[in-house]
């Protein structure tokens, strides 16, 4: 619960005859926090290419090892073709020596669909994209830790978009709009993410902000859920910056500013798991520099006993429910924050 002080509260089809590995068949809800675009069939067949279409709008399949990004190791993130929504990075990245692009987990759980695909004479878990309802390939159950999902992709449905592009207002190549590099996100778990994130939201140079549960076992775990210290998630803030006018190091020393990393699974009178000190990294250089902090820290002598924060690789991120976000903007008060 919360204490408050308030101041006024596949392998794929195409590997015919051998064995096809199922995915997860449970189709997911459409999120209702994207804007869905639809184009008539005439318009997709302008935007895109030949083979875009065929694969995007058709759920055509490109042949094994033939695809630009199966082996592509260049640091940033995978886009969808057709509308740009941001969908997989490169550090979720992995050979699955199937010959197609793989990946653990998406950027966002709800920027993907599932469907069932009953095709071909098998039954597998199709994949789409949330917004646009692009065909982006299959999901299976043979995929690495943490998650244990191979999310196999067409490289024909993907743009990708390298670390440390500018890419404000910009579209690919067909078109579409381009979302922001994964270098220009931070996870960072405090406690209490209403304190949290207001903390982040007063700093020049963050563009948005938003709550959620990062680090746990149980998928698209509710509030609920997370409450009963028992999925594993921290309650956490995504914070989405602009590196021209804040870098991820200065976003470190707000971090430990804000609370008190000595504390273990707490923050003040709020108990649990949840409530850990941690930072969940997207890339190697982001890992570096939290440990670079954090030694800082403890060498500071600003604090009695030693910092419990954790530093580990960001894994999926649900969104909390609509009402936490900007908690204490909409509803006044304070958390337990340094």
Sequence with gaps: ???????????????????????????????????KITKTDAEWRAQLTPEQYRITRQKGTEPAFCGQFYDHKTPGIYTCVCCGLPLFGTTAK??????WPSFFTPIDPTYVHTQADRSHGMV????????????????????????????????AALQFVANGTNRTNETNAT???????????????????????????????????????????????TYHDVCTDRTGHAEAVRVVFDPALVSYEQLLQVFFACHDPTQINRQGPDTGTQYRSAIFYSTPAQARAARAAKAQWEKSGKHARPLATQIVPATAFYRAEEYHQQYLEKNGGECHLQ
């Excluded at 590995?21 to 997911?28: D, E, F, S």
């Excluded at 949290?196 to 990062?214: D, L």
């Design 1 to 35: 619960m919360k204490t408050l002080l308030f101041i006024g509260a596949a392998w794929l089809s195409m590997q015919g005859s051998l064995t096809v590995l199922a995915g997860p068949t449970t189709t997911t809800p459409r999120t209702n926090m994207l804007e």
């Design 94 to 99: 992995f050979n699955s020596g199937t010959g």
């Design 124 to 155: 597998r878990t199709e994949i789409l994209c949330a917004r646009c309802d692009a065909h982006l390939g299959h999901v299976f159950e043979d995929g690495p830790p943490p998650t244990g999902l191979r999310y196999c992709l067409n490289s």
């Design 175 to 221: 078109g579409a709009a381009v979302a922001e590099a994964p270098t220009n996100v931070a996870i960072f778990a405090a406690g209490c993410f209403w304190g949290v994130e207001a903390a982040f939201r007063k700093v020049k140079g963050v563009c948005r902000t938003e709550v959620g549960y990062i680090g746990g076992q149980t998928e698209k775990p």
